[in-house]
């Protein structure tokens, strides 16, 4: 952007209208540290004004009482603009996150539309009311157990997949009648605004879904503690999961948490080394490591150490970095000056704890590189499960070799982490691997594979890397309440239990 240019202003959106904030936001692309765009930020009072909104839909009975099949259709006329619209959203995800327009079309955009159809259809087909066995005892009835929209939900988002992981949480809770107030990362706002707009466009009645971008520490906290919001769905730092569950605590409110990971690759002696190498690469560098499921601990046997650190060095210097709008461009920045500092002051700890700096570690050379947050593919070799870059979450393009010796020591490092998000077994024996696979602590092992990010099954975390799933057949049901039911069908009062109460009813 060049002086002078005046850039595109995003409001938020509050009740279906265009509102704009106590403060605004600079959204600058991490390439470079140019303004993009600006948006409007909300605090307590505009987070306020969003849940009320929220409620007013809600006991509307617009969406939350609208059919099934109605709000299913919708969703999907949204998923389908989505696919129409993927240019524009990835030029607004891109230019906020820094993710290279591979990355953003292929994954961090190009999930949405296919993950919303997904919810969509379980919209369509979800049990809303199931019949429980008619009950005999002690009297005859029936009880039918229905499943209710909560009434508002809150989702507060990160800034690595603005508009996927807001969508994980928002489009379950959309699918089954509720209506949302959404934070997104004060960074990365610009996607989920779109959306809201497009929303609105394709049907979806004003008021349903809310969009206030703002501090985490004041919008979202307010938003977590809200006594008008049922239940807070949130992907972020493990710290910040724990402070939204102690918010979310003072009214009770039902949480999904989505935390951090330091997730192991594991290399038995039989792997396929071509195949574990490249999938080990990209289970680690993809978008600079700053994915929650990364695979940042790599367990290699002694056996196979040394010919695989070898071709992971080789491979690894032939990762590009540049222009994130180029499609030859392999890897992008990281996302603020913030993560940037962090991520080296990791790489600073790691050289200090005695670990082998065996590739990059350094801001790249070159004139590109002299603005915005650029960091090198990074590879530790010799680093013990003790030290800070194998416990720690870096969120950066730091990847740690561990060596072991026997199986059970590799299964052991796997599980060694306070985290258990996910991670992956490469092995040419499938039943080895699906043994291996039963030990582990995480709610997602891939075998021969990493990043296995798909909607149709539940992802989420063991140990502190979260509470609850997202996604999966059972997807939607965090998101709502659930009642019983129950109708007499006796008709007969000497068939009640009442007597054991009421002995003297009849003297
Ligand atoms: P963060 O956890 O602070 O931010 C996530 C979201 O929480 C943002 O929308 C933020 O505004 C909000 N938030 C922050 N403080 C809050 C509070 N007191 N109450 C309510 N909401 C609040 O993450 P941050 O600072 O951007 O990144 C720090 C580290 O967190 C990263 O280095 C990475 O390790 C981890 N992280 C993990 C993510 C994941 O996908 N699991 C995503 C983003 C960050
Ligand atoms: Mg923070």
Redesign the pocket.
């Known amino acids: 952007m060049t002086a002078g240019t005046t850039v595109r202003h995003f409001p938020m959106l509050i009740g279906g209208k265009a509102v704009d904030g106590e403060n605004v936001l600079e959204i600058r692309d991490p390439q470079n540290d140019e303004l993009v765009a600006t948006a409007a930020s909300g605090g307590a009072s505009a987070i306020d004004a969003a849940v009320d909104a929220a409620r007013a839909s809600f006991d509307d009975g617009g969406w939350s009482r609208a059919t099934p099949a109605h709000r299913s259709q919708v969703l999907h006329a949204i998923a389908d603009k989505l696919g129409e619209q993927i240019e524009e959203l990835v030029e607004l995800e891109i230019m906020a996150n820094g993710a290279t327009v591979r990355q953003a079309t292929g994954f961090h955009v190009g999930y949405a539309a296919p993950h919303l159809a997904y919810f969509a259809d379980l919209a369509a087909r979800y049990e809303f009311e199931t019949p429980m066995p008619r009950a005999s005892f002690p009297v005859l009835g029936q009880s039918t157990m229905r499943r209710e929209p909560i009434g508002v939900v809150g989702a ?5 997949f603005p508009l996927l ?1 807001a969508l994980w949480k928002f489009a379950p809770a959309l699918a089954v009648g509720n209506s949302v107030v959404l ?4 960074k990365t706002p610009l996607t989920s605004l779109e959306f809201g707009r497009i929303a609105e466009e394709c049907g979806l009645p004003p008021g349903v879904f809310n969009v206030v971008p703002g ?3 004041d919008a ?2 307010r938003l ?1 503690s809200h006594p008008g919001v049922g239940k807070i769905g ?4 493990t ?2 999961g724990r ?2 569950m102690r ?1 979310a605590s003072g009214t009770v409110k039902a949480v999904t948490l ?4 330091k997730s192991p690759a594991l290399v038995l002696d039989d792997a396929d080394i071509d195949l574990a190498v490249d999938g080990v690469l990209y289970g680690s560098m993809l978008y600079s490591g700053q ?2 499921e990364s695979m940042t601990r790599l367990l290699l046997p002694d056996s196979i150490h040394d010919e695989f650190v070898e071709r992971l060095l080789e491979r690894a210097s032939t990762i590009q970095l540049g222009d994130t709008r180029d499609w030859d461009t392999d890897m992008g920045p990281v996302v603020s000056a913030r ?1 940037h500092s ?1 991520i080296l002051d990791y790489i600073e700890s790691g050289k200090a704890e005695g670990a082998t700096l065996a590739l990059g570690g350094r801001v790249p050379q070159g004139e590109r590189f002299e603005r915005g947050h650029w960091i090198e593919p990074t590879i530790f070799t010799g680093v013990s499960n003790d030290m800070r870059i194998a416990r720690e ?1 870096i ?1 950066g393009p730091v990847l740690s070799v561990i060596r072991y010796g026997s199986e059970p020591e590799g299964v052991a490092l796997a599980n060694d982490t306070e985290y258990g998000l996910a991670s992956s077994v490469w092995s040419t024996d499938n039943s080895r691997a699906l043994e291996v696979a039963e030990k582990i602590q995480a709610g997602s092992v891939w075998i021969n594979d990493s990043h296995q990010i798909n909607c149709e099954v539940p992802f989420g975390g063991y140990k502190q890397s979260g509470v609850g799933r997202e996604l999966g057949p059972h997807a939607l049901d965090p998101f709502t309440e659930v009642k019983n039911v129950h109708l007499d069908l006796s008709n007969r009062r000497d068939a009640r239990p009442y007597d054991v109460l009421l002995s003297h009813a009849d003297d």
């Open positions: 507060i988002a990160p800034w690595n992981l934070k997104p990362d004060e501090p985490g520490p979202g906290a977590a949130f992907t972020g730092s710290d910040i402070e939204i918010l989505e935390l951090g990971g994915i929650c993560q962090r979450e969120f």
